[in-house]
């Protein structure tokens, strides 16, 4: 496929605008839209594709932005839906495709959808939401349970039904078997597609239909949990094996409506967000053939344990299902501890984290698929560790101290080291800045060879004329041990050889004959004769012809 016919999202590198938290320019301590678009030029220089937005829709903020209150309306909190205008051209102008954060499987309470579904069991919205009787002794319908906490069952007097939700009391469930439901919320999608958005992010969307008969949910070995699962470790919900309240085979149609929808205008690409199940295999399954999803983006990475082992295991089992479907992947993003601080504490990846951002960057650009940077990763940002009197997540409230949440990962960028709040907001931000994030800062970093800033930009526009790591074949290389990972990618008789060492201590790795070290991107291996020679966190790339 030439450089032309390739879909611009494929291979693409995207950025994650967490909008709270990327630039304050009202003075409230909240970012807002005109922030981003004051800052798009330094994400154009990065050299990524495009930016995905986090939801800035009118919210009462019980879950920050993913409790939707009108899908069309902009938070005044944020802005206008004028100022979105002015985002959207000024992105297309810098090149940078936008994507936003769809929210299909629940809303907010206050959406007036709802309002009116909680009213009485007659009125037109009546089954617009997971309505059900109680049990006789008054007990909710089934066993399952909120990743938030407790049962994902509330009680409505109103109607003296419960309803569903799988996250807060306050994001009740879209029923999705409605059709007039898709029909509502395909035009809301519609409306921003017209407004020029390139793609979409789909959020928690295995979680689009659960089963219409509402069977419970079995207890699942403790032996054969998903990893990912709710991210708390005492989080009762990963004790069920959730083939009843996700991944339900309805949601393949309603794919293929949607990605009719979208195709009809030129840049349209459908972004998964797929957790809480068998990710790899949602993946392959949500993302194969021409009519669903393009791509999924799961939380495959982000897990505590980081070694070559776990990564052949994993990109193996991900490489042997997926067929033609096409990943997309991420290190970090708003709902998970930041890459370096996670990653850090490992006994053979701790020490340098600027050199551990450097290597957790050029592995995740090299893999097959698409990729996702959060805001900050390219700074090699550290998680803050947020004391219980100013947490703000539910999720971190409910499940502390074994899980303090996600607000972490979630404090405003860090722009300057020498202007206040690191030159997010002249206020106090709604959350802390880092203590150390001043001197992680952008001003820092600019223009030194040797920062993660740097590194990025480099290895961005190292990586845009490397055809075989942007959409060629991969190979996974078996025969190199533990702490080396390394694979080939391949497209149009060109080959490239990557290897890395997920250790802290140098490390010596014999190959073949036949390959030559690929200069540009910065990292200071070197190759003699047949053995490469890497650096603690080092990285090889060779080509061959």
């Known amino acids: 496929m030439s450089e032309s016919a390739r879909p611009w999202w494929k291979g693409a590198v995207i950025y994650q605008i967490y909008p ?3 630039q304050d320019t009202t003075g409230t301590g909240i970012g ?27 919210s009462p903020m019980k879950d920050y932005g993913y409790d939707v209150a009108d899908y069309r309306c902009v938070d005044p909190m944020f802005g ?6 002015r985002l959207i051209d000024r992105a ?8 936003v954060d769809m929210v299909y499987a629940h809303t907010s309470n206050q959406h007036a959808w709802f309002i009116e579904s909680r009213a009485n069991r007659d009125n037109p919205k009546a089954d617009w939401y997971v309505w059900a009787d109680p049990r006789p002794d008054g007990t909710p319908p089934n066993n399952w349970l909120s990743v938030f906490g407790g049962p994902a069952w509330q009680w409505e007097p109103r109607r003296s039904q419960y309803y569903l939700h799988h996250f807060l009391v306050s994001q009740p469930n879209l029923n999705w078997h409605n059709p007039a439901v898709a029909d509502a919320m395909f035009a809301d999608t519609k409306f921003w597609l017209d407004k020029g958005v390139d793609g979409l992010r789909l959020d928690a969307i295995s979680t689009l239909f659960s089963d219409a008969a509402l069977r419970s949910n079995p207890p699942v070995d403790p032996a054969d949990r998903v990893a990912e699962m709710a991210g708390a470790g005492n989080n009762p919900i990963a004790m069920q094996n959730h083939i009843y309240d996700r991944d339900q085979p309805e949601m393949l ?25 068998d990710s790899i295999a949602a993946v392959a399954k949500y993302t194969r053939g021409r009519d669903r999803l393009h791509s999924g983006y799961t939380f495959q990475l982000m897990q505590a344990q980081f070694d070559a082992g776990m990564l052949k295991a994993l990109v193996g089992r991900l490489e042997r299902e997926l067929d033609d479907g096409w990943m997309t992947w991420s290190l970090s993003n708003h709902d998970s501890p930041r890459s370096v601080s996670r990653f850090g504490v490992l006994p053979h990846l701790s020490g340098d984290r600027a050199a551990l951002a450097k290597l957790l ?45 996600r607000d972490g990962c979630r404090t405003p960028m860090a722009w300057s080291s020498h202007e206040v709040n690191c030159g997010f907001s002249i206020v106090e931000p709604w959350l802390p800045v880092g203590p150390d994030h001043g001197g992680l800062a952008v001003d820092v970093q600019d223009g030194d060879e040797n920062s993660v800033l740097e590194a990025y930009r ?13 959409d060629g074949d991969f190979l996974l290389r078996d025969d190199l041990d533990d702490p080396i990972f390394a694979f080939e990618r391949s497209k149009d008789g060109q080959r ?36 490469v020679t890497l650096p603690a966190f080092g990285a090889f790339f060779a080509s061959s012809a």
């Open 32 to 58: 807002d839209l005109n922030g981003i678009t004051e800052r798009l030029g330094y994400i154009a220089d990065l050299g990524v594709d495009a930016i995905w937005i986090s939801p800035f829709f009118k």
């Open 361 to 405: 960057m050029a592995l995740q650009l090299s893999l097959r698929g698409s990729v996702c940077i959060y805001q900050g990763e390219e700074l090699g940002l550290t998680e803050v560790d947020i004391p219980y009197e100013r947490l703000l997540d539910p999720w971190g409230i409910e499940f502390w101290p074994d899980f303090k949440g």
């Open 80 to 85: 206008t839906n004028d100022d979105f205008d």
């Open 92 to 99: 297309h102008t810098l090149g940078l495709k936008v994507m």
């Open 253 to 277: 149609p309603m794919f293929n409506r949607l990605r009719k929808l979208v195709e009809q205008y030129p840049s349209g690409f459908l972004l998964g967000e797929i957790a809480d199940v």
């Open 20 to 22: 709270r938290s990327f």
């Open 496 to 531: 490239m050889l990557c290897v890395f060492n997920l250790s802290n201590e140098p490390r010596d790795v014999a190959i073949e004959d036949g390959w030559h070290p690929s200069d540009g991107h910065g990292f200071g291996a070197d190759l003699d004769g047949g053995k």
């Open 458 to 470: 480099r290895f961005l526009a190292w990586r845009h004329n490397q055809a075989p790591i942007i």
